[in-house]
């Protein structure tokens, strides 16, 4: 029995939709012939032909030393607390996708949030002191939307304190500050190559590795604890990158630039013609350099006719499918909201936040007529 295909009505209704995102795919037939490769080849997985490849190009296009690549983002952020030892208490925002947190649970370890900056949305430097124990091993910003932390006043506090640093960079892919790659900052950054983000391998993740030795504790971890096929030397997990993602990671590294300078593009027309409209603020840069557009998120304040769930709601209705990036805080959820740092007392901008912050869509194959259309429905109140 083979499954039917959408009717043209149905089909029609889905392409009619906004969806806050869409996958930037290059053309089909020009992944066929890595796709033939790999069917020659037989070769799967385990770091093949295109997975070393696509590492040693990936780090090129980045300005990064070394990286592990992932079948995810979240087994990268798993494993980097593996590798380097993560235990008691790290102190990491709660203005994030779960997964930032939930790879501290996975590895036994205890969240402890402090609030954000109001600009930035990125983890306050300044509150981070103040939430230091002798349990505290590292600190886990996220470069939320793309724009950097903070990173030399966090890695001041870190040094102070003998503190680790891990970056969740999910959102970060190519954004540069004055001093080249921000991925490059802390002992480790995790990229995700998830379908949702600005650079996708339909699924993938990547370690930033400051030296060969740290990459090669790694790939052990990520390779069940392999050195060969008689040598065990940690307890490790599956996360490897398969070579059909890989491929399309080489793919899409053509592609990239393109996609980059339409997002941009995009960001810039959002921004002009929200520029007058009452009550609607459009998030800031945080000073990077090179920008990667991941998102658009505007803020609805308090002079906005509605409310910034009303207008949530209104997108819905008109088949628009903005996001509410993050809401609910990762702090509200159950697993969460039973540790003291998770009252809305200690975290009063991310409340806030999270209560004001609608993420517009943008993607590269976005056109004019549908930012215009987005826009009129923020504009008619």
Not at 24 to 35: A, G, S, T
Not at 62 to 83: M, R
Not at 320 to 331: D, G
């Amino acid at each position: 029995m083979t499954a039917s295909l959408p009717s043209e009505s149905v089909r029609a209704l889905l392409e009619d939709r906004i969806y806050v995102t869409q996958p930037h795919l290059p053309p089909l037939d020009e992944f066929l012939p890595y796709l033939q490769q790999i069917w020659n080849s037989r070769v799967l997985t385990n770091g093949g032909p295109f997975h070393q490849q696509f590492e040693r190009e990936l780090c090129e296009y980045l300005g990064v030393p070394y990286l592990s690549l992932f079948a995810n983002g979240t087994l990268a952020l798993v494993t980097a607390l593996q590798a380097l030892r993560i235990t008691g208490e790290v102190i990491t925002t709660p203005y994030s996708f779960v997964a930032t947190a939930h790879s501290l649970l996975w590895n036994g370890v205890k969240p402890v949030f402090v609030d954000i900056d109001p600009h930035t949305m990125n983890l306050d430097p300044a509150k981070i002191e103040a939430a230091i124990t002798p349990q505290t091993t590292a600190i886990m910003p996220v470069h939320c939307y793309g724009h950097p932390c903070d990173v030399d006043a966090i890695q001041k506090i870190a040094d102070n304190y003998n503190l680790r640093v891990i970056y969740d960079a999910a959102h970060a892919f190519g954004v540069r500050n004055e001093s080249g790659s921000i991925l490059k900052h802390g002992d480790l950054s995790i990229l995700s190559l998830h379908a949702t983000k600005v650079f996708n391998t339909f699924e993938g993740g990547a370690i930033i590795c400051p030296d060969a030795k740290t990459k090669q504790r790694i790939d052990h971890l990520k390779n069940f604890g392999f050195v060969d096929e008689v040598t065990v030397v940690a307890a490790g997990i599956n996360g490897k990158m398969s070579e059909i993602n890989a491929a399309f990671g080489l793919l899409q590294l053509q592609h990239i630039d393109e996609a980059l300078e339409r997002r941009k593009a995009i960001d810039a027309r959002y921004r002009e013609l929200l520029r007058n409209i009452p009550g609607i603020r459009c998030q800031a840069d945080a000073g990077e350099t090179t920008a990667n557009y991941a998102y658009f998120p505007i803020h609805v304040e308090a002079d906005y006719p509605i409310s910034r769930d009303a207008l949530f709601d209104k997108f819905r209705e008109q088949g628009i499918f903005a996001r509410r990036y993050f809401y609910p805080l990762i702090s509200d959820f159950p697993m969460y909201r039973g540790l003291p740092s998770a009252s809305r007392h200690n975290l009063p901008i991310a409340s806030e936040a999270a209560l004001k912050v609608l993420c517009l869509p943008i993607y590269p194959a976005l056109t004019e007529e549908q930012v215009q259309r987005v826009v009129s429905i923020i504009a008619e109140h």
